[in-house]
């Protein structure tokens, strides 16, 4: 799943915020304030990640993924240029959740 041609706006990063995430944990993440939990119910919602999409310390879109769609709560916290929004579904694991992690380059190094 690449975010880039999924998500057109204009955009620098995605920052992932999973289930439970409340102001505090967006103000960490996504490095400035925005209420989160006005404008999502991520904060109460296990069954969501919310993906946030930033361009000047501003948030352009936000969308609340189903979790059963594929699984980001795992990197709840970490933000990812546009450039390395990349991402692939990881092995199907015991409780059920499809993963979803970045897509590794492959190493060029000699």
């Not at 505090?24 to 925005?34: C, D, I, P, V, Y």
């Not at 879109?61 to 709840?76: H, I, T």
């Not at 970490?78 to 059920?96: H, I, T």
Request: net charge negative.
């Amino acid at each position: 799943m690449e975010l880039q041609a999924a998500v057109p706006k204009d955009w620098e990063r995605v920052c992932i915020l999973g289930p439970y995430s409340n102001d505090e944990a967006a103000m960490k993440t996504l490095g400035f304030n925005w209420p989160v939990e006005k404008h999502s119910s991520i904060s109460y919602n296990d069954g969501i990640a919310l993906l946030v999409f930033v361009r000047d310390r501003k948030v352009v879109k936000a969308l609340e993924d189903p979790r059963r769609s594929g699984d980001f709560s795992d990197l709840s916290g970490r933000c990812f240029p546009r450039d390395k929004a990349q991402f692939v579904q990881q092995a199907l694991p015991d409780d059920g959740w499809l993963r979803l992690v970045p897509r590794m380059e492959p190493d060029t190094s000699p």
